[in-house]
């Protein structure tokens, strides 16, 4: 079975500055996706970045960026410059045999001004 | 086609009742999906559909619930005897595809259900 799992079900930052979002899956699979998708308040669940697995490369998206440790499990989003607009539920997800998302519980991300 | 409708946004329903939603997702995408999302908890998969196919069924999807997409665009899923436990958001996602760019999921807004 595939497993998601985020051990911070909530977190805080100051506007402007770095935080990492963490996320650890567990999967026999060799080839795969992940996903960070953000779901602000009462808005619909949009994409932040995505990675093949089979890519050693990190993708990055402007501020928002991964770091993937395939041997580890793990893929944590690394969000720079946080803004206001960044406030937001923030859920892992793996995309399995091509057809089923797995995701994990969601990390509440709280940006102070 | 600005992205993945829901209709409706939310239901309250007596418990035993019968509930339909309706999902019209993206013009062109091939793949339609649709999850479970309660309080507090990241969207669990319930079924999808690759044009008019259902080819996956969750076991969450018990024999009350059916899913349809006839004419490979806009799919319904209907719950029959609704119980206080299928109170949640029902959330619909398509996609185009399933590998490179074309893998990302665009998600409507949701259903919110409320048994009473």
């Known amino acids: 079975a595939q497993t998601v799992t985020q051990s911070q079900p909530e977190m805080s930052v100051q506007e402007a500055e770095t935080v990492t979002l963490s996320c650890t899956y567990d999967t026999s699979e060799n080839n795969y996706y992940l996903f960070w998708y953000k779901q602000p308040p009462s808005r619909q669940m949009i994409l932040v970045i995505r990675?093949?697995?089979?890519?050693?490369q990190n993708a990055t998206e402007n501020r928002f960026s991964v770091n993937f440790q395939k041997a580890a499990k793990s893929f944590s989003l690394k969000i720079s410059d946080s803004q206001l607009g960044d406030t937001a539920m923030y859920f892992c997800a793996f995309l399995y045999n091509f057809n089923k998302f797995y995701f994990g519980s969601g990390t509440k991300l709280n940006v102070k001004p | 086609d600005t992205g993945v409708s829901q209709d409706p946004r939310h239901k309250i329903t007596k418990r035993g009742q019968n509930v339909t939603f309706r999902c019209d997702p993206i013009s062109e995408h091939n793949r339609l999906y649709w999850y479970r999302q309660t309080l507090g908890q990241g969207p669990e998969f319930l079924t999808y559909?690759?044009?008019?196919?259902?080819?996956?069924k969750s076991r969450l999807l018990s024999d009350r619930f059916s899913a349809e997409r006839p004419k490979g665009s806009f799919s319904t899923l209907e719950i029959q005897r609704t119980e206080q436990g299928d109170s949640a958001m029902y959330l619909c996602?398509?996609?185009?595809?399933?590998?490179?760019?074309?893998?990302?999921?665009?998600f409507g807004p949701g259903t919110r259900l409320t048994v009473l």
């Open positions: 990675q093949e697995a089979y890519k050693q």
């Open positions: 996602a398509s996609s185009l595809g399933v590998t490179g760019d074309s893998n990302e999921q665009f």
């Open positions: 559909f690759q044009n008019e196919a259902q080819l996956e």
